[in-house]
């Protein structure tokens, strides 16, 4: 029997317009809240991107010093026709191209102006030699990297006896600044101005290039299979389990399996990008199969009744009408995945890519680093000069992200059916 309603349930009644008045008061409290929780969102990463950015910028850049050279006067026991080819840097490094540097820089600074240049210095004037072979017959002023310590004392953090060395070559009008392009050229150094990232980079690049051949082809068919054939039972409910399981597990977990499996078993060579992109592709696959199987239960179930009904088969079906409607989710999935694979780098300190690469890989099973282990190798080093060279370095994995998540969203929009 329904109960007559009360006053306080009439609308209008002034008990009824404190519960709206209470409804409203909590709603716009949330909404308030849900605002300062973006807002608080949008500080930390602003926070981060300025500060990387700060920090970074320096990174690219190098502090150079001018410096007369009179090759002529150091007359290096060289021909001319020893500049062309592969032998030409061990010729001028036999000539004693570096002693002459040295012997300049002694002349030029006094008996300090040896350790006032960074020790690649003599390479930047070797490759101008090999690009100009008339230098050797004349005295030319070269703009040429400091060390480290000056060049943090020139961009305002040295040391005071530092900063008045470079306040005195400044005055002179000695010192300059331009870009580092060999950060972007080079490898690994023990010296802050030498290090680069390109070998990290390619490192990085083959071993998702190893990730994604395995990963894609296979995650893809299992979500097929899975999908579209696989009996509904509980061997099937068991595996469904499993894969959302794995999704979840630890990276350093996948980590230790390939160092026991391809290591440890198959015996497969150490730090090799070869090695880096199995282990990642066992950690990769799990998200593409739920990826795919997602967008694959999309496609509308009267796409598949449509094409049986006109006479295609299963597998016509599959690969004709499902699969190439259910692309741009499973390819979405997918990038997602192997950005996150980018920034991983537990699972890779356990098969060892942390180790001292000082030359960009040459192939899949040459020893490699990849960018997120360079990036943690340089935060461990005492130098301050590693420092902003550690948020350059932090600024090309953030570019590669957002590149990538910028691939996703393009192919998501770009081949994105709606029903």
Known sequence: MNRPPSSADRWGSPAMARRLRRRYAAERRFRRIGAAAVALSAAFLAFLLITMIAQGFRGFTETRVALPIDLAAAELPIEPARLKGRGADLALAGAGLEDAVDRAATNAFGSDGIDLLSPGAWIVVRDAVKADPSLLRRTTDFSLPVASVYDVAAKGEGMPEAERVVARLRARGLVSTGWNIGFLRDADATDPTRVGIWGAAKGSLLTMLVTLALAFPIGVLAALYLEEYAPKNRWTDMIEVSINNLAAVPSIIFGLLGLAVFLGSFGLPRSAPLVGGLTLALMTMPVIVIAGRNA???????????????????????????????????????????????????????????AFIAAPPHGLTDPATVLPVQIFLWSDQVDRGFVEKTSAAIIVLLVFLLAMNGLAIYLRNRFETRW
Do not use: Y
Not at 304 to 326: C, E, K
């Open 296 to 354: 694959i239960k999309a496609v509308p179930p009267s796409i598949r009744d449509a094409a049986l009904a006109v006479g295609a088969s299963r597998v016509q079906v599959i690969f004709h009408h499902v699969l190439p409607l259910a692309l741009p989710g499973i390819l979405t999935g997918t990038i997602i995945g192997m950005a996150r694979a980018l920034g991983e780098t537990a699972p890779l300190l356990m098969i060892g890519m942390r």
